[in-house]
């Protein structure tokens, strides 16, 4: 299977990165991905393959990041499998789905959001709690789908009211690398702070691929938002120490008179274990 058409050949040899050429006919691998970030893929060289998360670097190179399975002369391993050793003749690289990639995505239903939404499966809890938001600071906090989402809205709340500021939401992807906000996804429009209540920017249908994301907030005042308590993460974000970052968010000022969220959004971040800024997808 060809995720979203992808296919190039290499003739690395070895078990390291691989140098990718285009294949007439089919998608290229940065042309579907953002540079560092992560995708799924499968190698076939000879009556070899091996299936694993890789990383998309710049030049058309694809890091095997990790080995997921392997068939190598005749024997299926996926309890522990290791880079094959490309040959160097002509290998096929694809994009091709994980078991499970496809899962449904059940809707939460909460009165504090006025409705249903898309939210992060590491969170058990929606808007049980408020966020003072410090003038020109991007909050970003981390957004998990286990399986692939249709969306058409971003979604936050604005509990208390900033009068003649206003308020930006987007969805970051992450750097495969540090674990940070990257390249911006999806951005609202701006979004009054002068007024409380739910606030939904709505275009057009966006399919999102499983994985981590970080759903980022910045206002130019300081309204207060529904927030997601400290407590309410299930399980910590990127393999991140729970005692240290459990469902907490990273932050960065900016400069005033910002027009629209930074992209690429680069460090340095700080850290914080409090309350963090609700922010929600609506499902298409």
Known sequence: MHANGIKETTITAGNG?????????????????????????AIHDGNNWEWGLGIVLAGNTLQRYKVLATYASGVYNSATPTKLVLSG????????AIAGNFNA??????????????????IAGFGGATVTLSANRLYATPYLTQGMIAVN?????????????????????????SGYPNNLILESTDIDAGTTGKKTSTFSTKRLNPGWYYAAAISDGVPAM??????????????????????????????????????PVSPPFMFSNSNSPLIVLGSA
């Not at 003749?89 to 091709?96: F, H």
């Not at 308020?167 to 992807?173: A, E, H, K, N």
């Not at 308590?229 to 974000?237: D, E």
């Open 17 to 41: 990165t691989v140098t990718l050429s285009a294949v007439t006919g089919f998608v290229r691998f940065s042309d579907a991905f953002a540079i560092n970030s992560l995708c799924s893929y």
């Open 89 to 96: 003749a002509s290998a096929d690289v694809i994009c091709t």
């Open 105 to 122: 995505t059940m809707p939460a239903v909460s009165s504090n959001i006025v409705g249903a939404f898309v939210a992060s499966e590491h």
């Open 153 to 177: 809205s971003l979604i936050c709340y604005v509990s208390t009211a900033a009068a003649g500021k206003k308020i930006r939401i987007g969805l970051y992807d992450i750097d495969a690398f």
């Open 226 to 263: 529904l927030a997601s308590p400290a407590s309410a993460a299930s399980f910590s974000p990127v393999g991140m120490d729970a005692s240290l970052l459990q469902n907490t968010y990273t932050y960065k000022d900016v400069s005033a008179g910002w027009l629209a969220l930074p992209d």
